[in-house]
């Protein structure tokens, strides 16, 4: 089974900055696979979405509307995805979750942004923003 722990939440005013942290660790697979990992956000009393992922060339993506924003990276060892948020708006605020699939036959770039496709989340990191 695989755990997701996301960190870096909080709450900061307008224009300010957070960056969030996921680590993730376990793999049914056997050691020595890997992770999609895939940050996504749900607004109080909204779908989630997608916000940021790696794909399998490890690649940055990001939803067009966040583009000039955030900015999505991982570690070296490729089991932590980090999320930089910047000029944070009233309208980010939302629970911040990760999520991850290590199913080996599927790619990385398969439906990145989609949460349907990932089996594996954390519990989430709350960002509020206050203007």
């Known amino acids: 089974q695989v755990q997701l722990m996301e960190s870096g939440g909080g709450s900061v005013q307008s224009g300010g900055s957070l960056k969030l942290s996921c680590a993730a660790s376990?793999?049914?697979?056997?050691?020595?696979?890997?992770?999609?990992m895939a940050w996504f956000r749900q607004p109080p009393g909204k779908e989630r979405e997608g916000v940021a992922a790696?794909?399998?060339?490890?690649?940055?993506i990001i939803i067009d509307s966040e583009k000039d924003r955030f900015t999505v990276s991982q570690n070296n060892a490729k089991n932590t995805l980090y999320l930089q948020m910047n000029n944070l708006k009233p309208d980010d605020t939302a629970m911040y979750l990760c999520?991850?699939?290590?199913?080996?036959?599927?790619?990385?770039?398969?439906?990145?942004?989609?949460?349907?496709?990932?089996?594996?989340w954390g519990q989430g990191t709350q960002v509020n923003v206050s203007s």
């Open positions: 376990g793999d049914p697979y056997g050691p020595g696979g890997r992770y999609c």
């Open positions: 790696i794909d399998a060339d490890g690649n940055p």
């Open positions: 999520a991850a699939d290590t199913r080996p036959w599927l790619s990385c770039s398969y439906l990145v942004l989609s949460p349907t496709r990932y089996p594996d």
